[in-house]
């Protein structure tokens, strides 16, 4: 059964950069035809797509976040992490890491994890 | 990309069927057969409820089923339970190469 656990700091300041990590247990992060991908939820609202990497390093990321968004992976760790810089109140919410099969298929979610935005 | 749009509430009596519509464009509902919906109850993740327009995966109750016409996609969840009471998100794949969620329907079981 794979699971995915989101880390990282719950409290960033305005305008700094927001780093979250995904461990994936349960399988490797390098087998089978998958992408690994960040969505978000602000407080009430819907789900957001952040983007997605695949193991061989390809990302595609929502245009509207494109030219702050950064996503990574490093498969020796079993992880891949988000980087969202530039950040704003706007960017507060519980940010979910999540595994893909297919287009527009995510079988796994992570529990997700809330991040603040305030000094 | 803008979001897939879907009514902000659906409800309906124990027993009975409701469907949740989700609308997009011809760039990503239309043009694909990559629609997804998940289920999220309150302080829980998203559970893909149904993938690929109408594949139900494993687990999921057959209760609940897919179908897509034209740039519309909707999801039906017949013999309705308190236990399906949640929000309800579909989500597509698009031209970009990106995914697109919708707007969202909170179910209300009466």
């Known amino acids: 059964q794979v699971q995915l656990q989101e880390s990282g700091p719950g409290l960033v300041k305005p305008s700094q950069t927001l780093s979250l990590t995904c461990t994936v247990s349960g399988g490797s992060i390098s087998s089978g035809s998958y992408y690994w991908s960040w969505i978000r939820q602000p407080a009430g609202k819907g789900l957001e797509w952040i983007g997605r990497i695949y193991t061989s390093g390809s990302t595609n990321y929502n245009p509207s976040l494109k030219s702050r968004v950064t996503i990574s992976v490093d498969t020796s760790k079993n992880q891949f992490s988000l980087k969202l810089s530039s950040v704003t109140a706007a960017d507060t919410a519980v940010y979910y890491c999540?595994?893909?099969?297919?287009?527009?298929?995510?079988?796994?979610w992570g529990q997700g994890t809330l991040v603040t935005v305030s000094s | 990309q803008s979001a897939l749009t879907q009514p902000a509430s659906v409800s309906g009596s124990p027993g009975q069927s409701i469907t949740i519509s989700c609308t997009g464009t011809s760039s990503d509902v239309g043009g694909y057969n990559y629609v997804s919906w998940y289920q999220q109850h309150p302080g829980k993740a998203p559970k893909l409820m149904i993938y690929d327009v109408s594949n139900r995966p494993s687990g999921v109750s057959n209760r609940f089923s897919g179908s897509k016409s034209g740039n519309t996609a909707s999801l039906t969840i017949s013999g309705l339970q308190a236990e399906d009471e949640a929000d309800y998100y579909c989500s597509s794949y698009t031209s970009s190469s990106t995914e697109v969620f919708g707007t969202g329907t909170k179910v209300t079981v009466l």
């Open positions: 999540a595994r893909g099969v297919n287009p527009g298929l995510i079988d796994y």
